[in-house]
């Protein structure tokens, strides 16, 4: 998804000459293709984040369109006043990509987290934040990105996850895609949740549950019509997310259910990370594991909400 993303840009940059990439501190080897083709246009800073988004400001207001990348948590935490202050209250085009949103970054520990990320930045004016399921709709999504005014914040999972997405769904920024129309239950997930969502499908059928997955790979702006639409038509709603539960995806939909629909809103269960900091080291699937994030932790969840079996 990573290489995908970062290809992206080299793509539209060769058919946009307002479009450039600005780096902190990448591995070697990092779009040197992009470097050799067009080197006015390609930018490497160094660890110097908050600098690197004045730098990106300064530049959409000249008429170019920035994509910055670097690690999920620094490109968060670390310049999150020059984001908001720069990008959001001028409303400028600038592109944030974030590695290894979630715990991709387990092994390092609680400094490179970025399970805070969502919940930080959908709360700032004028931020659309987005998080793709795979590789292929990192594609379509860098496609739509060129077009968007505003700035934009996007998650980047590991990379290697199956191709679950179905192209000839197509996509638009801000509308969700129905990867499976559900009967009793419904997922709700966003970014590569919605791979663990689809094994946790699996699983209730086998216990007679025929449940569905709605994707929303843009979590803000949110897709309320598809909230609205599906909602309803379920028995029980599950949101999971690689993030705290706090203030992020799930938040999000149970924010919109509280205020449109709230005879609906017990219908969900939220599912993400605890309100603590990681003990735990290991790889990215051994934290999931540990915070029961998994298809029959998700599974057992939904069967619970549809009181299948004990609670």
Not at 283 to 311: C, F, H, R
Request: hydrophobic share 45%.
């Amino acid at each position: 998804m990573r290489k995908t993303s970062l290809q992206g840009v080299f793509e539209l940059a060769k058919k946009d000459d307002r479009v450039v990439f600005i780096g902190s501190d990448l591995g070697p080897g990092v779009l040197d293709e992009f470097k050799s083709e067009i080197p006015d246009r390609f930018f490497m800073e160094g660890i110097s984040e908050q600098y690197v988004i004045g730098m990106a400001a300064g530049m959409a207001m000249d008429g170019f369109i920035p994509y910055v990348n670097t690690i999920a948590s620094f490109i968060t935490r670390r310049c999150y006043e020059q984001v908001a202050l720069d990008l959001c209250l001028h409303d400028l085009p600038v592109r944030l990509i974030g590695n290894g949103g979630g715990v991709v970054y387990a092994p390092l520990g609680p400094t490179h987290l970025a399970v805070e990320d969502i919940a930080i930045f959908r709360v700032l004016p004028n931020m659309a934040v987005v998080a793709p399921c795979d590789a292929d709709e990192m594609s379509r999504l860098m496609d739509a990105s060129l077009d968007w005014t505003h700035p934009m914040y996007i998650r980047l999972a590991k990379g290697g996850e199956r191709v679950i997405s179905d192209g000839s769904k197509g996509f638009q920024i801000g509308k969700a895609i129905m990867l499976k129309e559900p009967g009793q239950a419904l997922f709700v997930t966003t970014g590569v949740m919605a791979q663990v969502a689809l094994q946790a499908l699996d699983i209730l059928e086998k216990a007679g549950v025929h449940g569905g997955l709605l994707h929303m790979h843009t979590i803000k702006p949110l897709d309320e019509e598809a909230l609205a639409e599906w909602i309803p038509k379920v028995e029980a709603v599950v949101t999971v997310e690689e993030h705290t539960r706090i203030g992020g995806f799930g938040s999000a939909v149970l924010e919109y259910c509280s205020d449109a629909m709230p005879e609906e809103a017990g219908k969900i269960v939220r599912i993400g990370f605890p309100d603590r900091f990681a003990e735990k080291y290991g790889s990215q699937n051994d934290i999931l594991d540990y915070w029961g994030i998994t298809p029959e932790g998700l599974a057992e969840v939904m069967l619970k909400k549809l009181k299948k079996i004990d609670q």
